[in-house]
């Protein structure tokens, strides 16, 4: 459910070397959905005991600092393995995801599988909507020749219902067997336990592949209150945790649920329930990043932060580690620029 920026970061004009190797990098388990581009650090969820392993964007452009961010020497740590997306089946996404993809996405660390999901929410009018039809023409000519390529693709990701059931089939119909998705794709928001399970487990049932939760959250969308603005029937926080347990309690006990990402890391929860939120509310003036206890629970990490040097970490060790190949990356571009000007005077 959210709508990625179109235009990208600016990015420094060189070739970007992942100098900062991954703090894990498990086949399975949580991982964070991203929309904080770099004004927020990772550094709570980078903390001692983390099972953190992947992040995405909803975006094909990593996060990677620009020319200002260096100019002002912020720059986050960026601790885990990137996931690309196709997001949308237009050109306004299309063209962007190729340019990416021809700059092997910045030569940032990726999973070890190569993993790229697919188009958000096509059977929702205000995400990447598209007809089941155009859907599997783009994914036939821009992400199944992929596959050749080592690279590990998620089915696009409808909305959880009747409406993304029936969108979906009819997009794996209209592929007429030329779309093989590695995994699929789902989203999920409600506040029953039991409903995410049939959910998950109808899909798994269906089509007989690995399951990807990329955004899930308990969330009732079923009441709208048009005096508030808002919908009604919430979950509590104990409610909100109670979900989280038996969810991931059961997401663990099966061999065919990889990865499973909340909603949401992030201050503005974009309309979804505030107490879903795995960040302290303390550290919002500021964006700390440091979590919550939810985002603790979530993690399995101790959720704290240590600002250093306008650098996100977990620990002091984390930081010292973090600043001095910052310092390294910052040397490199040096380097890059001076190597660069002597061409050019050869050149002349």
């Not at 790229?116 to 994914?139: R, T, Y």
């Not at 399951?211 to 079923?222: C, K, L, M, R, V």
């Not at 939810?294 to 973090?322: C, F, H, K, P, W």
Request: net charge negative.
């Amino acid at each position: 459910m959210f709508l990625p920026p179109v235009s990208a970061l600016i990015l420094i004009n060189l070739p970007f070397i992942s100098l900062i190797s991954a703090l894990n990098d498990n086949l399975t388990g949580p991982g964070l959905a991203w929309p904080n581009k770099l004004w927020v650090p990772m550094g709570g969820f980078t903390s001692p005991g983390t099972i953190i392993s992947s992040y995405y964007n909803w975006d094909s452009n990593p996060l990677i600092p620009s020319i200002k961010d260096l100019s002002n020497s912020i720059i986050w740590e960026i601790p885990f393995p990137f996931i690309p997306m196709l997001w949308g089946c237009n050109e306004t996404y299309i063209k962007p995801f190729q340019k990416n993809l021809l700059k092997n996405f910045n030569n940032i660390l990726l999973t070890s599988k190569k993993e790229i999901l697919g188009f958000n929410e096509p059977d929702h009018p205000q995400q990447s909507f598209c007809e089941p039809k155009q859907a599997a023409l783009i994914w036939k000519e821009i992400l199944e020749p992929l596959k050749l390529k080592g690279f590990r693709l998620g089915s696009p990701a409808v909305t959880n219902g009747e409406i993304g059931k029936k969108r979906f089939k009819d997009w794996f119909d209209a592929c007429k067997g030329e779309c093989n998705p590695d995994f699929l794709a789902l989203h999920w928001y409600d506040i029953i336990p039991q409903n995410f399970i049939e959910h998950i487990e109808y899909y798994h049932n269906e089509y007989n592949l690995p399951i990807w939760i990329t955004e899930y959250a308990p969330q009732n969308f079923s009441v709208y209150n048009s005096e508030t603005g808002q919908y009604d029937g919430q979950a509590t926080y104990i409610e909100v945790q109670r979900f989280m347990d038996i969810t991931t309690a059961y997401m663990k006990s099966v061999d065919w649920v990889e990865r499973w990402f909340w909603f949401g890391a992030m201050y503005d929860m974009q309309g979804v329930n505030e107490l879903d939120c795995l960040f302290d509310a303390g550290g919002k003036p500021n964006r700390t990043g440091a979590l919550n206890e939810l985002g603790v629970q979530y993690a399995g990490s101790n959720g704290s932060v240590t600002i250093q040097n306008s650098m996100s970490s977990g620990t002091e060790d984390t930081t010292s580690r973090a600043s001095g190949k910052t310092k390294l990356y910052l040397i490199g571009i040096t380097c890059c620029l001076i190597i660069t000007e002597y061409l050019i005077e050869q050149l002349k």
